[in-house]
């Protein structure tokens, strides 16, 4: 079935589950809130219904999402040790993924057992998707709130604490604490759902978002002292190099929010952060306030995502990839500027 933004049909999705026993869930490399909670979401549902199911991440789980980990579901990809139960998998379940290949090495056990697939998610795909099943809503805030609108139809008993737990981690973090233009009636409706079951919702902020590193901290002072700004200060823009990374003792996962954070300057419509992942390849993340949509530019780097959250990976050194990105954004930006002029 490929429904890619179209009125999705759930019956059929739910045709599709139902049948299916042995279940992986799965979501991007570097998972979010949005990923982890929507497997946390459905896990529970289907474990408790009796299914054969597993969370296999290509990542392991980041230490803020541990509260999602009771019983300590989430496990980290590994080919010999899952290679007999991802065989005789029945359906796998990707989330929130917006381009298959970051499921990075999973794709390879799909394709060898030659496995059934099914996309949930809220990120563009293109009509020739790889997937067996295709299920996007553009609409949605976050994909927990499709693995909701699932529950709500299919499941007898109310959805248990568990699974909102999870729901309201992807919520939360997708609409930036309800903050952001996706967030809808259908967001605030599910966090009154979660406080009526007794979620502790202020917890879980404290979780994710009271819980910085030192050197997170630390390279936010670096970069924040080195943005640069273009087209009157509309554009904002930034470098993170490996050697910031190491001067710091920051990872990776310390990166991100640092463009949505970038976005709050007051005159700026976009920030774009160019990252380098290795002397080679970087990548780019593009955040807009709403008034021009950027995964034009995003997709134009080779990567794509929604109207007003974006990025792509991008072979080059960080120097070139930060200078071709910058030209892209000020391009793109001047025409849509002078046209809503
Ligand atoms: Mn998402």
């Not at 009796?50 to 392991?60: E, M, Q």
Request: contains cysteine.
């Amino acid at each position: 079935m490929n429904f890619n933004n179209t009125t999705i049909d759930w019956n059929q999705v739910h045709h599709v589950i139902n049948g299916a026993n042995r279940i992986m869930l799965t979501t991007h490399e570097n998972p979010d809130g949005d990923g982890l909670g929507a497997e946390c979401g459905l896990y529970h549902h289907l474990n408790g219904i009796g299914k054969d199911i597993r969370i296999v991440n290509f990542s392991p789980l980041p230490d803020e999402y541990d509260y999602l980990n009771d019983g300590g579901i989430f496990e980290c990809y590994e080919k010999d040790y899952h290679e007999n139960w991802i065989e005789n998998v029945d359906l796998v379940i990707v989330f929130d993924v917006g381009d298959y290949v970051r499921i990075r090495t999973i794709v390879d056990a799909v394709k060898k057992h030659n496995l059934t697939t099914m996309n949930i998610d809220h990120h563009p795909h293109p009509n020739a998707h790889p997937f067996t099943h295709n299920i996007v809503d553009l609409s949605a805030a976050a994909t927990g709130c499709m693995v909701y609108d699932y529950l709500k139809l299919f499941r007898e008993e109310p959805i248990q604490k568990e699974s909102l737990v999870g729901i309201y981690s992807a919520v939360m973090t997708d609409t930036g604490c309800f903050r952001y233009s996706n967030t809808d009636q259908k967001c605030h409706n599910i966090a009154i759902e979660c406080l009526s079951a007794g979620v502790e919702t202020h917890i879980i902020y404290r979780q994710i978002y009271e819980n910085s590193t030192r050197s997170r901290m630390s390279l936010m002072g670096t970069f924040l002292s080195n943005l640069n700004y273009e087209l009157d200060g509309k554009l904002a823009w930034f470098t993170i190099s490996q050697t910031m990374l190491k001067n710091a003792n920051a990872t990776k996962a310390d990166v991100d929010g640092f463009s949505d954070l970038v976005r709050t300057i007051r005159g700026v419509e976009v920030a774009l952060m160019v990252f380098e992942q290795n002397e080679y390849r970087c990548r780019i993340n593009f955040r807009s306030k709403g008034n021009y949509a950027i995964n034009d530019i995003a997709k134009a780097m080779g990567g794509g995502g929604h109207a007003f959250a974006a990025g792509a990976v991008t072979e080059g050194s960080l120097k070139n990839v930060a200078r071709k990105a910058v030209e892209e954004s000020i391009k793109s930006l001047e025409q849509k500027m002078s046209l809503s002029q």
